[in-house]
Structures are given as C-alpha cells and as structure tokens.
C-alpha cells in the first residue's frame, strides 16, 4: 500500500498487515489527518482513506491467517476476534471521562470493541440468592446479584455519552470444566450458552487468550502449572490488590460456584455468595471510531 502524503500530522491509532494467499491486505489503524490519502490498488483493496481501509479489512476477517494485526494485537483462533496479549500492550481507553481507566480486551470482526475497566469494585457478591445457610446460584441469566446491580445501578450511573456508546451484547456465560487443558473446549462451553445486556465481566477464556505465552499459560491446566511465569505475560493480571476477581464463567460440576482469576495469576473456584473483587465489561458500538496510541500516557479517545 502507498501512502501519498499531503500533511504528516498523525493522531494515531493502530496499523497493521495480513497477508492471505498470494494478496498482501493492509489495515490502516492509525488515524492521520483527513488530508493524508492511500493507494491501495497494489494490494488488492479499492479504500482510499482510513475508515474504508477499516472496512475493508474487516469484510475479509474470517479469511485472513493468524498474523498479527499489531505487536499486541494477535488474531484469535477460536472466535472471528483479535485480542490485546502480552504484560502491557497499547490497549487503554479513555470512557465514561475515566482517562485512561478502560482497556481494550478484544476488538470483533463487526467493529465492536470489548473493554474492560482497570478500577475495580471491592468485596462485591457475584449472588445472594437463598436463605442463610445457601451458597448463590452460579446462574448469571437469572440475574444474579451482580448483574442486577451492574445492569441497574452501575449502568445508570454511567454519563449519558457513555450509554450512548454501549450496545447491548451476547455474552457468553456457559460453565466451565474445572482444570480443562483445551482451551477449543473451554471456548465452545462458554459459548454453549449466552445472555444479552450492556454491562457483564470478562470470562475464563478471554483472560487466557490475553497471554501472549500460549504454550505455558493457554490453557486452565497450563496456567495453573506456571501461574508466576503466566504473570509476566499478560495485562489482565492485578497483582497488587492481594485479592482474586470474578469472571463470568461457572464451574459445571456445580451450581453455586463461578471461576476467579487470583492476584497470583492462578485460576480457582469459590461460592458465589462470597465477597470478591469485579471488573465491569462493555462493548462499544461498531459505529464509533477512535484516536489516539494506546499508551496509558496517550489513550485512545473515542470520536
């Protein structure tokens, strides 16, 4: 792809590249003034600005390898995704005018943008359905405590730009194997079941597909053997709050229990009517566009 430039003022974004077959695909990422234009005729595509280019890339997604669409950014083998990996990609987002308290967990092939906020919500239930002596129940669709309150009092109290740029999604709530070692498995598990809302958490699986170390932490089994190398290799880790935090995936062999991601990097399980640490999951609409680097002194804004 050639670039003709007529300034060279960039507000930054992301760029990357595919190459499928014979036919190199660019993906423009970064966001250059509106007066920079692009020759795309030698790579196969017609987009002569960025937003086309975007498009473009995303029309072809379910065909393209596993490169990556950016040192950080890896295409995921599972779903038509691409998740931020590694300890500390580029992926903070400014939402909800929390500068830089949001990142970005995976972005879809329809454009939407999964994040994730990095404050959390202390000592909260996932459930406390039941008399004295019951544990929760494990189902999230029922609702459960924690999705009415994230549903309900949390979502309200968002800016009303912020709610504008949410849109309600399936999330994916299917239990989970305990101490599985495939993660295709685990993936098609959660799937097996979903719920539609605007504010959820993130589930087992994307925080294992955040680790850019996939032959020791890619799975349950492997990230449990090797949770203190596992550490060093992803974002989602908090090592510094001394407590676990809720996914949104329960153990199957149960109905009271949902998986915990632990400040050591180390999966387990606990009761749902236990206090634990929450962070709160949206996804942005596929009609937003962004600007920015990513870097948590320059994230990306949402236009």
């Not at 129940?137 to 979502?155: E, M, Q």
């Not at 740029?165 to 495939?182: A, E, H, P």
């Not at 399980?269 to 920015?292: E, F, I, R, W």
Request: charge should be neutral.
């Amino acid at each position: 792809m050639k670039k003709n430039y007529i300034k060279s003022n960039f507000i930054g974004f992301i760029i990357g590249a595919f190459v499928f077959g014979s036919i190199s695909v660019f993906a423009i990422t970064y966001f250059p003034s509106s007066s920079t234009t692009y020759d795309n005729s030698s790579s196969g595509m017609n987009s002569t600005n960025v937003q086309d280019a975007l498009d473009e890339l995303y029309n072809v997604c379910d065909v393209m390898t596993s490169k990556d669409l950016i040192v950080g950014l890896e295409k995921d083998p599972y779903e038509c995704r691409y998740f931020f990996t590694g300890k500390n990609p580029n992926n903070y987002i400014t939402f909800n005018n929390e500068q830089a308290g949001w990142r970005i967990i995976s972005i879809g092939c329809d454009r939407t943008i999964k994040i994730m906020r990095i404050n959390i919500i202390r000592n909260i239930l996932w459930d406390d359905s039941g008399g004295i002596y019951d544990h929760g129940n494990n189902n999230w669709s029922r609702p459960s405590t924690l999705n009415t309150y994230l549903n309900g009092t949390y979502y309200n109290n968002l800016t009303n730009v912020a709610k504008s740029q949410i849109v309600s999604s399936n999330y994916n709530i299917g239990s989970v194997v305990n101490n599985n070692n495939n993660l295709q498995e685990q993936v098609n598990d959660e799937n097996s079941k979903t719920w539609n809302g605007k504010v959820a958490l993130p589930t087992l699986s994307e925080y294992l597909r955040t680790n850019s170390d996939k032959n020791n932490c890619g799975t349950f089994f492997s990230n449990n053997n090797n949770s203190l190398k596992c550490t060093a290799t992803t974002w989602m880790i908090r090592n510094s709050d001394g407590a676990a935090w809720w996914t949104l995936s329960p153990n199957t062999n149960t109905t009271d229990a949902t998986f915990l991601v632990n400040y050591s990097g180390s999966i387990y399980n606990d009761y749902v009517k236990q206090p634990y640490l929450a962070h709160t999951v949206v996804t942005l609409s596929s009609k937003l566009t962004l600007s920015g680097s990513g870097t948590q002194s320059d994230p990306y804004t949402i236009n």
